[in-house]
């Protein structure tokens, strides 16, 4: 394959359907911040071929990367059997075996195409390796009580339990001395654990959330550490530590080629490189640091905050992009929602609860929701909870999945609460008095002012809304447009057309949203969540 077979010009949401997105007369647009090649980036492994495989979560989503020629190929597209992919690993016969964390399965795809499902029900599964030796195939869970599972790969959900009782385990590998070897997260250790009988010994101590190992050819161990954004070699038998890579926090998972160089990439970012194990320069970039959506974009003192799945963002006028907080390490929970309220961050979990920031310490703090325990942000949804977050005259406002909204104050007093009159909100925004609230199932949008409620139809799946003094702004997902209705609802423009709205096929809801908010200079900012881009359009 030629250089010239090079498709790094192509966004993830190209490889299902090309677009031209446009403005319509009287408008121009530009692009703030450029389109990803990539939905995730979570576990990473060789291929026998060399190409990298790429497991993308939150795209439900398989990728292929040649990296000496820069190609990117779909391996198992979204709308599979295969849903949510972590962690992979492949056998002797090409089947590559995901575990799907958030679905508590374990699944496969095998060389001829064809998809089945292993394991019904083992929860939290993270880490899966197969032993090139014996070519068995063992897995580990990420969360508290964990187990450590040989799997058979013949008979459907028959699991032998090898460890169990072990807290937020990552990636696995089998290590040389026939033992497997995993990270636990938060404890900031490294285990081996005897596959035979289930012995377990701490190895490693006094690691930075810890998410994968592998081990180098001359035998060391290598492990990420993901809130410091390295990865390590650590000599076991002499505990000497030697810095491989440096890189940004968030870093996933990783894998080492015959010819020295580590391919890492960062679940935070959605980013995965090629790095030289000898020099730890970089080498080979196949998706710069971008976003998983963006999941809501919102306007801010300075430039704009993004919700984006594992981390909350600024984004400068020119698109320069800052992580404010990265999920697992510094914030507690998958952000699907973003405001900004008198300069204090406010955002809105998957689960349905508010956060709010505190400057001094960047420590998020629940404000409301009725969700209780451990994580529950990263796994529960509360039927009852939040589904919206937005600003009106500096206060904050919630939609609720029930279709109310509340006004709150940034300490989780409720001010005032109403009934929208749709079966449920997704998404609210608010100005001078009035408040527009979207309901993207029923295809409806209302404005609430002091009267009686405008109800603007006809829509096929509005998701994020914004409101000016003269018209409603609309990111119809269905449609893939930008709609503009006048505040009376009598003329209605789509401004902006064929734009990488949505996901490029339908899958379970994870609570991203097509997303648009008003800069301070009137233009029009679209959170384009099916390439990852921010656009800005401009009236003249």
């Given amino acids: 394959m030629s250089e010239s077979s090079s498709n790094a010009a192509v966004s993830r949401f190209d490889i299902y ?25 979570n576990g990473v492994r060789l291929h026998a071929d060399g190409r990298l495989w790429i497991s993308e979560l939150v795209g439900e989503h398989l990728s292929a990367w040649d990296a000496d020629n820069d190609v990117l190929t779909n391996a198992s597209p979204m709308g599979s059997e295969l849903r949510g992919p972590d962690d992979i690993a492949f056998d002797s016969e090409g089947t590559v075996y995901a575990a799907e964390t958030m679905n508590g399965r374990i699944t496969g795809l095998r060389a001829d195409g064809t998809y089945f499902v292993l394991v019904d029900e083992c929860p939290a599964v993270n880490g899966i390796t197969v032993d090139p030796v014996t070519d068995k195939l063992y897995v580990d869970e990420m969360r508290e009580g964990g187990r450590v599972l040989e799997i058979d790969k013949h008979e ?29 997260v938060f404890a900031g250790t490294v285990l081996a654990v005897d596959p035979e009988s289930g012995a377990v010994e701490t190895v490693v101590e006094g690691l930075a959330h810890p998410t994968a190992v592998k081990f180098a050819p001359d035998g060391r161990l290598v492990v990420t550490q993901a809130s410091i954004g390295e990865v390590t070699a650590v000599d076991l038998s002499t505990g000497e530590r030697q810095r491989l890579v440096s890189l940004a926090p968030g870093v996933d998972n990783f894998d080492i080629d015959a010819r020295g160089y580590i391919y890492v990439s960062n679940f935070v970012e959605a980013s ?38 594992g981390s909350v963002c600024r984004v400068d006028s020119e698109g320069n992009l800052a992580r404010i907080s990265r999920l697992l390490l510094d914030q507690p929970f998958v952000a699907v929602g973003i405001a900004e309220v008198g300069g204090t961050l406010v955002a809105l979990t998957q689960a349905g609860e508010v956060f709010r920031r505190i400057d001094d310490s960047g420590e998020w703090v629940k404000i409301y929701g009725s969700l209780d325990g451990a994580n529950s942000e990263y796994f529960g949804q509360d039927s009852d909870g939040v589904n919206a977050v937005g600003v009106s005259d500096g206060q904050l406002l919630v939609g609720m999945r029930h279709g109310d909204v509340v006004v709150l104050e940034l300490d989780g007093t409720v001010v005032s609460r109403r009934p929208s009159g749709l079966p449920t909100i997704t998404a609210i925004s608010g100005v001078r008095g009035a408040i527009v609230v979207s309901d993207e199932t029923a295809g409806s949008v209302l404005v609430l002012g002091d009267g009686e409620p405008l109800a603007l139809n006809g829509f096929k799946r509005p998701q994020g809304v914004a409101l000016t003094e003269d018209y409603v702004v609309v990111a119809d997902q269905g449609e893939r447009q930008i709609v503009c209705v006048s505040r009376d609802g009598e003329r209605r423009e789509a401004v902006a057309v064929d734009l990488p709205l949505g996901l490029p096929r339908l899958q379970a809801d994870d609570g991203r949203r097509s997303s648009v908010t008003i800069d301070k200079d009137g233009s029009i900012i679209i959170g384009c969540d099916g390439d990852g881009s921010i656009r800005r359009l401009v009236r003249h």
């Fill in 156 to 184: 459907r959900n028959k699991v032998r339990v090898i460890a169990e009782n072990l807290d937020w385990l990552n990636a696995l590998e089998m290590g040389p001395d026939r033992r497997l070897y995993m990270p636990q």
């Fill in 17 to 41: 359907l090309n677009t031209s997105p446009s403005a319509a007369p009287g408008w121009s647009m530009e692009t703030v911040r450029d389109p990803s090649r990539l939905f995730g980036a």
């Fill in 272 to 309: 995965v490189a090629r790095y030289s194990m000898e020099t730890g320069e970089l080498d080979k970039v196949l998706s710069a640091g971008s976003f998983l959506g963006p999941y809501q974009i919102a306007s801010a003192t300075e430039g704009f905050v993004v919700a984006d799945h």
